[in-house]
């Protein structure tokens, strides 16, 4: 009943376009097309989340491409090192409060994978309160707490001052603590504030308690986009228990012109249909190639390229 009710939130917020859905190659039967229009939507974000690899530049918003792409916000905060804690920064565009979280470099996601430390751990109350079952990822939950440390007191006084709307973006690494620190800056604000999440190639971040808990508290204004055949967000995989949560927006082919909604947790319309396995071999060799990188609506991290051997 409720994911029911949430997916239908989700397709209606996608104003999708029936009548004259994009060209599918995959998962055509029973995929819906979301229109250029929507997708437009996501290119800010794209940018926003870009500039958080940037570090201390965005202070001054002198980050490149990426800065140049949007309206200059007024940065709040920044915060992380590249190094234990991805870069961030919290900003606000006149509307939004915006919290973007880089994913460190594209090397560090490797040692997810290499430590195949797929350990859960059981969250703080904190941070996360009527969280029975819930488990998430120990690794992305250590960094989240890092990262939850400035940016929930900044977000906080922001709404106190008037502002209604958070969206929290952010790309691979980033996006695992996004989907952490969105869920978390939702119950924190409770009726005080909407909280979205737009996120960018995100791994799997805990059980099913935990994508359950992220549909109950944030339902189709989370939603996290992945490239094709990206195996990041293949990771952890599901026989270890993990579990996306809901609204994968899935980019369907390796032109990376065709975009797909899907509503439900692992939809199997979307990613989930190319039966993609996390082998580590292909998973090194396919980085070197970067789908993990985009483009995501026409966004394509070029500074994440250049640095990728870094770290
Ligand atoms: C999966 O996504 C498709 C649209 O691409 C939708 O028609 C279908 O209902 C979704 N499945 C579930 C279980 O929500
Ligand atoms: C702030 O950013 C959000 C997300 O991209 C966007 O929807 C909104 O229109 C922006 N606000 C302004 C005043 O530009």
Known sequence: MKLVATGTAFLASLSLALAAPAPVELAE??????????????????????????????????????????????VLAQGGDAKATPYFYVANNGSHIIVSISGTNTRSIL?????????????????????????????????????????????????NNGATQVIVTGHSLGSAVGHLTATYLQRLLGSSATVYARLFASP????????DYVDATLGSRAQHMINYNDLIPTLPPRSFGFRQSSNEVWISNAAGTSYVACPGQENTSCQDSMGLTADIAKFIEYLDFGAHSGPYAGVKWLWLEKNKGEG
Not at 52 to 71: F, I, K, L, M, Q
Not at 204 to 211: E, F, L, S, T
């Open 29 to 74: 039967r029973s995929s819906v097309g979301v229109s250029p229009a929507v997708v437009n939507t996501w290119a800010p974000l794209a940018q926003y989340a870009t500039a958080a690899y940037c570090g201390g530049d965005v202070w001054s918003w002198t980050c490149g491409g990426p800065c140049n792409s949007v309206a200059r916000p007024t």
């Open 204 to 211: 799997r971040v805990g059980n099913q308690a935990w994508a």
């Open 111 to 159: 040692s997810l994978a290499d430590d195949l430390e797929f350990t859960f751990t059981t969250p703080s109350s904190s941070y996360f309160p009527n969280a029975a079952g819930v488990s998430v990822h120990h690794g992305f939950y250590n960094t989240f707490t890092r990262v939850a440390g400035t940016v929930g007191p900044v977000v906080q006084n922001a709404v």
